[in-house]
């Protein structure tokens, strides 16, 4: 009877986890390379609703900076990520272009005035559920990552 080759099946496990792309795997904690996701979450939609807004925690152990270039998830036609800014009395939201800056050593939190916005919702999201995201980075390339859904006041 052979004898199994633990140095080789541990190889192709470390292959194989390098040749995809990151998923969350301890409680919504995601790390690929430098890059770290913590709190995931999406607010819960009324019936009917097409924009959903989300929240997430990046941080950046690396000595380089990166960049949050893109959102997309398979329950949204398009992410955004978003800024609200008061004018006035009157409230803008806008598209952040060009991505977001991750500082090294620093973090940044997407919940408030910064925040994803998803939009063309196939189905409002509902508390409890779930739901599948990649976010692109311009050194860490894609992470997929798993957005719990809270209430809808974000609680």
Request: no cysteine; charged share 15%.
């Given at each position: 009877?052979?004898?199994?080759?633990?140095?080789?099946?541990?190889?192709?496990?470390?292959?194989?986890?390098?040749?995809?792309?990151?998923?969350?795997a301890?409680g919504?904690?995601?790390?690929?390379?430098?890059?770290?996701?913590?709190?995931?979450?999406?607010?819960?939609?009324?019936?009917?609703?097409?924009?959903?807004?989300?929240?997430i925690?990046i941080?950046?152990?690396?000595?380089?900076?990166?960049?949050?270039?893109?959102?997309?998830?398979?329950?949204?036609g398009?992410?955004?990520l978003?800024?609200?800014?008061m004018e006035?009395?009157?409230?803008?939201?806008?598209?952040?272009e060009?991505?977001?800056?991750?500082?090294?050593?620093?973090s940044?939190?997407?919940?408030?005035?910064?925040?994803?916005?998803?939009?063309k919702?196939?189905?409002?999201?509902?508390?409890?559920?779930?739901?599948?995201?990649?976010?692109?980075?311009?050194?860490?390339g894609?992470?997929?990552?798993?957005?719990?859904?809270?209430?809808?006041?974000?609680?």
């Amino acid at each position: 009877m052979a004898r199994p080759n633990f140095a080789t099946a541990g190889l192709l496990a470390l292959l194989v986890s390098l040749a995809a792309p990151a998923l969350a795997a301890d409680g919504g904690r995601v790390a690929n390379g430098a890059i770290t996701l913590t709190d995931a979450t999406l607010k819960a939609m009324v019936p009917g609703a097409k924009v959903g807004g989300g929240a997430i925690t990046i941080a950046n152990k690396g000595s380089e900076p990166d960049r949050l270039l893109s959102v997309s998830s398979p329950a949204a036609g398009m992410v955004e990520l978003h800024e609200m800014t008061m004018e006035g009395e009157v409230m803008r939201m806008r598209r952040i272009e060009g991505g977001i800056a991750i500082p090294p050593g620093g973090s940044v939190t997407l919940n408030g005035a910064q925040h994803l916005m998803f939009m063309k919702v196939a189905k409002p999201f509902e508390t409890g559920e779930r739901v599948p995201v990649t976010l692109t980075f311009e050194k860490a390339g894609p992470i997929e990552t798993m957005f719990t859904v809270g209430s809808a006041s974000g609680r």
